[in-house]
């Protein structure tokens, strides 16, 4: 299995179409790939919250339509990353987009741990509530989305519920990029699971990203990792390495709490 993290440089002087139409172009490239995954909240910047409301989509809005086309057209599963998407009822929630080789939306996800203490993300955008794991043809992935790193007990769900690959965009400032990499890693030890994490890049709303966009094998072994600047990271995958290292040190097994 091929995956391609396509780590964007959200400049915000380039404009959210004129953004959404080279990142399209981008997936479009990564025609042979099995999976494709974007970043959190790269139309806007994940930083840029003073225009959260201003640049708010339904899930049938320009950046679904975009990316629709493009996994269509490079005939993959992508992952799109996140938008700020606008609910009927009139909440923001930071939502990801997963869309099949036929260009459908499969599924989306509602990110659950909102940053900010209060401020930016988490005073503007509801939380999400549910565990989602998507079922592609050679694996079943885990969605979550950069803050969630932090709370283990939602990878724990997602591994219940069947997940072999945790997937998570993010929007992770460089100020913290060693917590970005020691969490990618615990999580991938402790769920044993593959984790592909895709940063951003570039400086945004006065904010550093991290950029080190990196794939994680079921040992915790960091099998690819990004730089700084935009990068396409592009790795092969092996799922059945997940349930081999499970059946070899089967540590879930011996779980006594939750």
């Not at 490079?74 to 606008?86: D, N, T, Y």
């Not at 020691?182 to 006065?206: D, I, K, M, N, P």
Request: proline share 6%.
């Amino acid at each position: 299995m091929r995956a391609s993290l396509l780590q964007i440089d959200v400049d915000l002087k380039e404009t959210v179409a004129d953004r959404r139409d080279r990142v399209a172009a981008l997936v479009r490239a990564q025609g042979g790939t099995d999976l494709v995954v974007l970043p959190e909240l790269w139309p806007v910047g994940a930083f840029a919250s003073d225009t959260f409301a201003a640049e708010a989509e339904p899930l049938d809005g320009p950046t679904a339509d975009a990316m629709s086309a493009a996994a269509r057209d490079a005939g993959v599963w992508l992952h799109a990353g996140s938008i700020v998407e606008r609910d009927p009822d009139g909440p923001l929630y930071n939502t990801s987009l997963v869309f099949g080789p036929d260009g459908e939306l499969r599924h989306t996800y509602r990110k659950i741990h909102r940053f900010g203490f209060d401020q930016g993300e988490a005073a503007l955008m509801a939380p999400g509530e549910e565990i989602v794991t998507v079922e592609l043809p050679d694996t079943v992935l885990g969605l979550a989305t950069c803050y969630d790193l932090r709370f283990p007990e939602q990878f724990r769900l997602l591994v219940d519920a069947g997940a072999q690959m945790l997937v998570i965009p993010a929007g992770w400032p460089a100020k913290r990029r060693e917590h970005w990499r020691l969490f990618a890693q615990a999580r991938a030890v402790e769920s044993q699971t593959y984790v592909l994490a895709c940063g951003t890049a570039g400086t945004h709303a006065g904010v550093e990203l991290a950029g080190h966009s990196m794939v994680v094998d079921p040992w915790g072994d960091i099998v690819a990792e990004a730089g700084t600047g935009e990068e396409i990271l592009t790795v092969d995958l092996d799922p059945a390495l997940v349930t081999k290292t499970r059946h070899d040190f089967p540590v879930l097994r011996d779980r006594r709490l939750g």
